[in-house]
T-cell receptor, first 112, second 110 residues
Framework: ELKVEQNPLFLSMQEGKNYTIYCNYSTTSDRLYWYRQDPGKSLESLFVLLSNGAVKQEGRLMASLDTKARLSTLHITAAVHDLSATYFC????????????FGTGTRLKVLA | DADVTQTPRNRITKTGKRIMLECSQTKGHDRMYWYRQDPGLGLQLIYYSFDVKDINKGEISDGYSVSRQAQAKFSLSLESAIPNQTALYFCAIYRVETQYFGPGTRLLVL
């Protein structure tokens, strides 16, 4: 059974600092997704990582995937308050199931 | 995403009542999903469907049922609601290599 773990669960950081959120998963998969959720809102797709070594960047966020280590990272560069949100990773369960298992999320708060 | 709508947006019901949450999409995408989110937790998959004749159970299907009445509509029913089904429910479609989520239905079971 596929399990997806994120850490940290909570992250409070100062503006201008860098930090990394980690997403580990338990079984083989080469498709991983990152989403953002603002309080009281729906989820918004951030990144789609479809192969080992994939790296995607958008603004101050960069996501990468290492399928051999079963690990994805979401790196935040020079954080700003607008990045405050909850970030989820989700992993394709594979084997043609087309179902996705979510991590518990990382609640990020960027302090001015 | 404007492609996915959910009704109602908020619902209060009583224990033992049967209720239905509805999800519609505008583009006729094949894959549709129902998730449940509890406070401070990630999303748990309830059911998913690839077309009107292909419906699959997710991780937490007990106490729920679904109906894919048409390609564009995917409804979730709580047969006999209980308080621990109080949660935020999301419908999602899959397109362009990722999932797009509806606005959510906030359900309170008293």
């Amino acid at each position: 059974e596929l399990k997806v773990e994120q850490n940290p669960l909570f992250l409070s950081m100062q503006e201008g600092k860098n930090y990394t959120i980690y997403c580990n998963y338990s079984t083989t998969s080469d498709r991983l997704y990152w989403y953002r959720q603002d309080p009281g809102k729906s989820l918004e797709s951030l990144f789609v990582l479809l192969s080992n070594g994939a790296v995607k960047q958008e603004g101050r966020l960069m996501a990468s995937l290492d399928t051999k280590a079963r690990l994805s990272t979401l790196h935040i560069t020079a954080a700003v308050h607008d990045l405050s949100a909850t970030y989820f990773c989700a992993v394709d369960a594979g084997s043609g199931t087309y179902k996705y298992i979510f991590g518990t999320g990382t609640r990020l708060k960027v302090l001015a | 995403d404007a492609d996915v709508t959910q009704t109602p947006r908020n619902r209060i019901t009583k224990t033992g009542k049967r209720i239905m949450l509805e999800c519609s999409q505008t583009k006729g995408h094949d894959r549709m999903y129902w998730y449940r989110q509890d406070p401070g937790l990630g999303l748990q998959l309830i059911y998913y469907s690839f077309d009107v004749k292909d419906i699959n159970k997710g991780e937490i299907s007990d106490g729920y049922s679904v109906s894919r009445q048409a390609q564009a509509k995917f409804s979730l029913s709580l047969e006999s609601a209980i308080p621990n089904q109080t949660a935020l429910y999301f419908c999602a479609i899959y397109r362009v290599e990722t999932q797009y989520f509806g606005p959510g239905t906030r359900l309170l079971v008293l």
